[in-house]
């Protein structure tokens, strides 16, 4: 099920603004560790083009009951893309 549009940046527990954690098409990659070489990585990324197609986060608030193990630890799966959407134009990491 896909919702409405929203913005990318909230309040986290801490009352800090940061980039949308969670399940999500497009938008900017939330990291949960803001390492340097992980931040140039991203940067370098978009720089060559490619946008974010879809980030998978740990199942939680309007996600549906999830039984057993989810293949991403507590981290989150960022999945990148560029046009023409070949099969050299996708990229991904795993940060966690």
């Given at each position: 099920?896909?919702?409405e549009?929203?913005e990318d940046w909230v309040e986290?527990?801490?009352g800090q ?7 999500k ?8 560790r ?8 991203v ?6 083009g ?14 549906a009951?999830?039984?057993g193990?989810w293949?991403?630890a507590?981290g989150i ?6 046009e ?6 996708w990229?991904w990491?795993w940060?966690?």
């Amino acid at each position: 099920m896909l919702l409405e549009p929203t913005e990318d940046w909230v309040e986290d527990d801490d009352g800090q603004q940061v980039i949308r954690p969670e399940h999500k098409i497009g938008g900017r990659p939330h990291l949960v560790r803001e390492q340097p070489a992980l931040l140039a990585s991203v940067d370098d990324v978009r720089k060559k083009g490619y946008l974010l197609i879809a980030q998978f986060d740990f199942p939680s608030g309007e996600d549906a009951v999830v039984s057993g193990d989810w293949p991403f630890a507590d981290g989150i799966l960022t999945l990148f893309g560029r046009e023409p959407f070949g099969e050299r134009d996708w990229c991904w990491y795993w940060d966690f």
